[in-house]
């Protein structure tokens, strides 16, 4: 059991009780221990009566209490007093601490030291209470912030798979409805074609010749049509590594060398995308804000960690001030699990780690 | 009152459970005729023993539904925690009522006690038949084995014996373990009695009873939390 306020809280008020039953035994009164059942049952209540309200019952206790103090009823009613405030004050009855001040003139120095200090306990312990209350709320605070991030990262990761499956469907679509419209039907035909100039090559060889002449003239209609659609898959736009690549040679105010080296094939669509963002936004960054005159960029990849690191010789500031794209950089890469950091120490050094989740989408 | 016949007809089932709470009991009220006679207190002291042992085997049954998740699949029912323990209780006092007032008939028509003796004699027993029940329940709440919970209340029963004056007298312990029994309620109810045979129903025995009363409530609450 971990120890806890309210652990330490259990703990004192069976000392107390104990204590007041020991104080009980030198007198054996039945009154003082009517008193003591009423005060443990009363503990016992606010124990296990989970919706009682504590004030109420707080407020019988020191009634009974008082009662039995100024009536002389109960031998352990000065002792019990210090029980009634160690409680009051655990629950935040601070106006009970006026009590031993008004009574002061009735008891004597021992229980007075006794009640000072039962209600110091008290006091104690409801600021401890309060304090892991508050740590326990703040924990609770950050669990349910990682919890929220976990959920979006999963969820950016199951939106992005299905992106990714429904560009593939689409592009298949594309490239069947081209194959089919323009190439299959020149090919269709030159197939017929050529069917009807095998049946008539024997009677009418000059008409087979200019109907094989035209056949092979729409084949290769067909073929320069499957030529094009092919093209347009390919050279349309670049992707992954090559998209950085053209990135990096396209960008002409900065000298850029760009090197890779690993097997690229298991990264996914949407961590090339942060890749490329990234690369982007420390390109323009260097050129706004540091003026360098060059610009390395290395792309790594091993079996379990794709690094990418954009390193600059320009003027860097050492004062720790990320902007809004950056921040929103780092973000994406937190999302997609890895990590992202700058040094500044030398030369403007941003560094990216990714876990290559080979094969898990 | 469906749980409440339930464990009635589970206590019927276990032999043992009746032999110690009703058989044994109705047998010493008929064949202790000197003792009610001239010494009830003591009569009635060697009742509150047979209680506690008895009350023990009828509440273990609380444990065992408890140990064999039967109580979930009740919980699950539109059955609250208090009514189910209430129900539960009041089938294992069943054998208490009939003995105590088995005993009350006898003391007032064969052992020529007092009517105002009777009376009290028999308000005192019930009000110690309750919080022994509720101290059984209490009891077997810390338990997760019905064997360990029997044994163990076994040691513990003779230690209550000794301590509350039900075996000896506690005038004749040693002084500091006199009035160390005084949180378990046969010291009270020793105390009641005794003052009801030499007083009559004074405010003390009165209040005795009420302390007896105000520990079972106690034991409930303890019980309850438990589990």
């Known amino acids: ?361 | 009152m469906t749980i409440f016949k339930f464990a009635l007809l589970r206590n019927l089932r276990s032999p043992v459970s009746y032999l110690a709470g009703l058989m044994v009991p109705v047998v010493l009220i008929f064949s202790m005729t000197s003792v009610w006679t001239n010494a009830p207190v003591m009569g009635m002291a060697n009742l509150v023993m047979l209680m506690l042992l008895s009350s023990n085997l009828l509440v273990a049954l609380v444990l065992e539904d408890r140990i064999d998740g039967s109580i979930m699949k009740i919980m699950i029912s539109p059955v609250s925690m208090v009514h189910y323990v209430f129900q539960n209780l009041l089938a294992a006092i069943i054998p208490f009522v009939i003995q105590i007032a088995l005993l009350g008939i006898m003391g007032y028509l064969h052992y020529n006690w007092a009517i105002q003796f009777t009376i009290g004699a028999v308000v005192a027993l019930f009000i110690c038949g309750v919080t022994t029940a509720a101290f059984s329940f209490c009891w077997n709440m810390f338990f997760k084995s019905k064997s360990s919970s029997r044994y163990a209340f076994l040691f513990v029963m003779a230690l209550i014996l000794l301590l509350s004056g039900v075996l000896v007298p506690i005038e004749a312990l040693p002084g500091l373990l006199q009035h160390a029994g005084a949180i378990l309620h046969p010291y009270w109810f020793i105390r009641a009695v005794i003052t009801l045979a030499e007083y009559g129903m004074t405010a003390q025995f009165w209040l005795y009873n009420t302390i007896v009363l105000l520990i079972g409530t106690g034991f409930l609450l303890l019980g309850g939390k438990a589990n």
Request: glycine residues 6%.
């Open chain 1, 1 to 361: 059991m971990k120890f806890s306020p309210q652990t330490a809280f259990m703990i004192f008020s069976t000392a107390g009780l104990s204590l007041l039953f020991i104080d009980w035994l030198q007198t054996i009164d039945t009154m003082g221990f009517f008193l003591l059942l009423i005060l443990g049952l009363m503990c016992l209540m606010r124990y296990r009566v989970k919706h009682i309200i504590i004030y109420k019952t707080i407020f019988a206790d020191l009634l009974m209490v008082l009662v039995f103090f100024f009536s002389g009823g109960a031998s352990t009613a000065q002792l019990a007093i210090g029980f009634v405030l160690f409680q009051g004050m655990y629950f935040g009855f601070f106006l009970l601490a006026v009590l031993p001040i008004v009574l002061v003139v009735f008891m004597d120095a021992l229980s007075i030291v006794f009640i000072a200090t039962a209600a110091a306990v008290g006091l104690v312990l409801h600021f401890w209470n309060k304090e892991h209350a508050s740590r326990l709320q703040q924990r609770d605070y950050y669990s349910n912030k990682i919890y929220e991030m976990e959920l979006m990262h999963t969820n950016l990761t199951h939106v992005l798979a299905k992106v990714e499956h429904m560009s593939i469907l689409a592009e298949r679509s594309r490239i069947s409805a081209d194959i089919h419209d323009n190439a299959g039907h020149e090919i269709v035909a030159s197939y017929i074609s050529l069917q009807t100039v095998g049946k008539i090559m024997d009677k009418n060889p000059e008409k087979a010749l200019e109907l094989f002449d035209k056949s092979l003239a729409r084949l290769n209609v067909g073929i320069g049509k499957m030529r094009d659609a092919v093209h347009n898959l390919s050279a349309v736009t670049f992707m992954g590594v090559d998209s950085m690549g053209d990135i990096c040679r396209n960008f002409t105010k900065v000298p850029v060398k760009f090197q890779s080296t690993g097997d690229m094939s298991g990264i996914t669509v949407n961590i090339w995308h942060v890749l490329e963002s990234l690369l982007k936004e420390s390109l323009t960054n260097a050129v706004k804000h540091a003026n360098p005159t060059y610009i390395n960029v290395e792309l790594d990849v091993t079996n379990h960690l794709i690094r990418l690191q954009i390193q600059n010789d320009g003027v860097t500031k050492k004062e720790p001030s990320v902007g809004s794209g950056l921040r929103n950089l780092r973000y994406r890469v937190v999302t997609v699990g890895g990590n992202l950091s700058i040094d500044k120490t030398d030369v403007y050094k941003l560094v990216c780690v990714i876990p290559n989740r080979k094969g898990s989408l």
